[in-house]
């Protein structure tokens, strides 16, 4: 029986491009001025990223937020050997970073240099790039708040 | 204030390696020498062209090889005008589902030397291949179907096919 060719390359990709709508909208508007912004709910929570309803009742948010660029990451998924379109080259975690005056996580990279650095709980910050377009990418990563 | 961003780009993108396996690695031996081959489900009688190696509707595995035609029938198709990124083909093309003769599941294929407007449900279309240098191991091996000066094919004879 013959036996199988070896293979062939391929390559699926959908460029797609997103309309985000006012409420994302405004957060990535802020990112690209270096700061984080959140909404708040009609029953006080701040959610960061930002949704126009609130999941939990279902209601319309409200006025956004200015939340800090520091806070502490609730959970995270160690990458040892990161795949060309990840954010980072070398080793990071995928993490929830819960920022200070957010209720909610947001869902980023930290980038701890190994993963014995790494621990629920741990505080962070944001780095921004320097050159920011209003996207979620403008945030390089989070780094661990004590000195490296 | 502010600036509100409208829009972002969110590519996907997913790079496989992509295995034939026997069957589709026959199939496309067979293109290097300019033939079609199909393989024959044991319990239905169906030939599936190209042959993944089982049954779709059995599971069973299919053994029997079966060459089949380079003519067929148009069943449907499209034409498409409008361009779109990633489209190894410019527009405007016609593509088109063909029942090969001695096949019971359709190919994908282009079809040229026909004016668009005369294109249609059950046309008897040929395949153009490469020159005998150019016959590889590749779907490209079929340039495109052309019309054939035959009476179109009777509805029934692809219904099921649609």
Redesign the interface.
Known sequence: ????????????????????G?V???F???L??GRI?GVRTQTGHVLVPPQEYDPQTGEATGEPVAVASTGVVTAWAWVDRPRP?HPLANPFAWALVQLDGADTALLHVVDAGEMARMKTGMRVRARFRDERV??IRDIACFEPEEAR | MTEIVKSITTPIRLEYVYRPGRATSRFLRGLAEGRILGQRCPVTGKVYVPPRGASPTHGVPTEEEVEVRDTGTVTTFCIVRIPSEGLSIPPPFVAAHILLDGADIPFFALIHECPFDQVRMGMRVKAVWVSKEELAPTFESIRYFKPLDEPDAPFESYREHL
Do not use: C, N, T
């Not at chain 1, 029986?1 to 699926?12: N, W």
């Open positions: 029986m013959s036996r199988s060719l070896q293979e062939a390359k391929h390559v699926l990709e959908y460029p797609y491009r997103r309309s985000v006012p994302l909208g405004r990535f508007g802020a690209a001025e912004e379109k209003g996207e």
